[in-house]
């Protein structure tokens, strides 16, 4: 098996890496604009709550069901093209979508879309990672984990306006714009038949379903994608149902914008510590450790709700650095970029299902037992992150005495 080694083992190709950060934005933006036009959906095509639900989340059933194979498939496609057809595919989608069709085709659109998001979700990270010094890739990996969150941001604020001056049919076509410019600007910057952008074929893959059972057996891929896994399952809950909690109107408003803010941030400071102060496993550790504390401390402040709106943005805080850390840890753990890439795929599967089970689960948790529920909930899945969290530390240290 031939192994290309990267050139990049000195310096980072950054405008690249800032690129394909934005190639990740613009599909979280997939999810993004029907959040936001959650309630001109429901009025424009009269189909009821659960169906105009339904719409948002089905673009992440496609990772839920998908995943790993996706992992397989981009590794064989080859990481350039699989990412620009995935985006360029992502466009026209939006561009149907903002033509306004039955509510029928527009499901379909959003289904098609959700094969677009895990393209890139499964292509773009394992690029980064290959055009990032060593250096510097704790650094990039953490940048890419503020993808979701950064798209969110924009859309509230620029979708947002889009949307009420000009209506839904204008901030699909914007998003077909902006999805299809960067796919347009990857295509010409991104060089063709790089060795970096292509997998390295071996016997291993003839066999599809052989290779997706590896992984599910590998602890280099199941170890990241399920810490963050028990991250997913608290993360949207946590902007959900914790400003909820707040009585006072203006500090309920202040939570809710600052608590994604937070998170961003987050991701930003595991990255930093993974590459230069502790290992991404270590960082871990200490961001689920963390939540724990906040979380209990949650309990204790209900009455006070400037200190519960301190604290509960230090634990969405801490949130975040489980994203940074888990990135981090991927190409730390790696043996090679197939590796990565089945890695990413596997966690756009096991993210997706902590997105499907953690809200529904908070919400019985919180009518059956009020705050003490969703604090027990986040203890739970603290102490099963932070376990998987020192496995993989265990796991690492074996792996170099080896």
């Not at 599809?208 to 599910?216: E, H, K, P």
């Not at 190409?331 to 299902?353: D, F």
């Not at 969703?374 to 376990?387: D, E, N, P, R, T």
Request: net charge positive; aromatic share 10%.
């Amino acid at each position: 098996m031939t192994v290309h080694t990267s050139p990049y083992d000195t310096k980072t190709a950054w405008l690249e890496v800032m690129l394909l950060w934005a190639a990740g934005i613009s599909v979280a933006m997939q999810f993004a604009k029907f959040s936001i036009s959650y309630d001109a959906l429901l009025a424009y095509y009269q189909e009821g709550a659960t169906l105009t639900g339904a719409a948002i989340s089905v673009v992440g059933v496609i990772g839920l069901i998908f995943g790993v194979s996706a992992g397989v498939v981009v590794g064989r496609v080859g990481y350039r093209r699989a990412l620009i057809g995935a985006l360029a595919l992502g466009s026209v989608m939006s561009f149907l979508e903002a033509l306004m069709p039955n509510f029928e085709l527009m499901m379909v659109c959003r289904v098609i879309e959700g094969f677009s998001q895990l393209g890139v979700v499964v292509a773009a990270p394992t690029m980064i990672a290959r055009l990032s010094a060593p250096q510097h890739r704790s650094i990039t990996m953490g940048l890419w984990g503020t993808f979701f969150g950064v798209a969110f941001a924009m859309t509230g604020l620029f979708g947002d306006m889009i949307l009420r001056h000009y209506g839904m049919g204008s901030l699909f076509f914007s998003h077909g714009l902006f999805i299809g410019g960067v796919a347009c600007v990857l295509y010409f910057r991104l060089e063709r038949n790089n060795p970096l952008y292509e997998n390295q074929t071996s016997t291993a893959q003839n066999k599809m379903l052989a290779q997706m059972s590896q992984v599910y057996r590998n602890p280099r891929n199941i170890l990241p994608a399920a810490i963050f896994l028990f991250y997913t399952c608290m993360f949207v809950s946590l902007l959900t149902y914790v400003p909820r909690l707040i009585e006072d109107e203006h500090l309920r408003s202040v939570i809710r914008t600052c608590l994604p803010l937070m998170s961003i941030a987050g991701t930003f400071l595991a990255g930093t510590l993974s590459q230069y102060v502790m290992r991404p496993q270590n960082v871990a550790i200490m961001a689920y450790f963390l939540i724990a504390t906040s979380a209990v401390a949650l309990n204790f402040l209900v009455a006070t709700p400037v200190l519960f709106c301190v604290v509960a943005g230090v634990m969405v805080l801490s949130a975040g650095m489980v994203t940074g850390a888990a990135m981090s840890m991927i190409p730390a753990l790696a043996r090679n970029p197939n590796e990565q890439a089945q890695t990413y795929g596997l966690v756009a599967q096991l993210g997706n299902l902590g997105s499907t089970i953690g809200p529904p689960s908070f919400a019985t948790m919180l009518s059956l037992f009020g705050v003490q529920g969703l604090i027990s909930l986040v203890l739970i899945f603290c102490v099963c992150g932070g376990s998987l969290s020192i496995l993989a530390k265990r796991f690492k240290n074996n792996s170099a005495s080896l």
